[in-house]
């Protein structure tokens, strides 16, 4: 199963929601890897500088890899954000809700991804 997105948050998330369901995904894992789309999708929007990133999944045995595509070549950092900081926490979050994440240069821009595994 494989689908590329429009960069609406909401269908983005939906279609995802709806693939990982049909494919028996339990519901906690549903939600994280929608929380973790969602903030690659805004990293794309706020850091990339990307009005309209491609969003792209896909199961293949029982991996999901979600892919989010923005045009900036700056490389994603993990930031330590201060006690009282409002924001910089996006990148911790990927990490504490999905098994692998990443990034992969392009000629132009890069694909940020996270990986899950089915407990199935």
């Known amino acids: 199963m ?3 997105n429009t960069p609406s948050l909401a269908l983005s998330r939906q ?12 519901p906690e894992t549903v939600f994280n890897a929608e929380l973790a789309l969602m903030e690659l999708i805004v990293n794309a929007w706020r ?3 990307t009005a309209c990133p ?5 199961l293949l045995g029982s991996t999901l890899r979600v892919t ?5 070549d700056v490389l ?3 930031r330590t954000p201060g006690e009282f ?3 910089g926490r996006g990148l911790q979050l990927v990490e504490g809700l999905t098994h ?4 992969d240069p392009q000629q132009k821009g890069k694909l940020v991804w996270f990986e899950l595994d089915s407990a199935a």
């Open 47 to 49: 850091h990339g500088g």
């Open 100 to 103: 692998r994440w990443g990034v």
């Open 85 to 87: 900081a409002e924001s």
């Open 76 to 78: 994603p950092e993990q």
């Open 15 to 26: 279609s995802l929601r709806h693939s990982m369901l049909r494919c028996g995904w339990d």
């Open 68 to 72: 989010v595509s923005d045009e900036s």
């Open 54 to 58: 491609v969003v792209f999944f896909s």
């Open 2 to 4: 494989c689908t590329r």
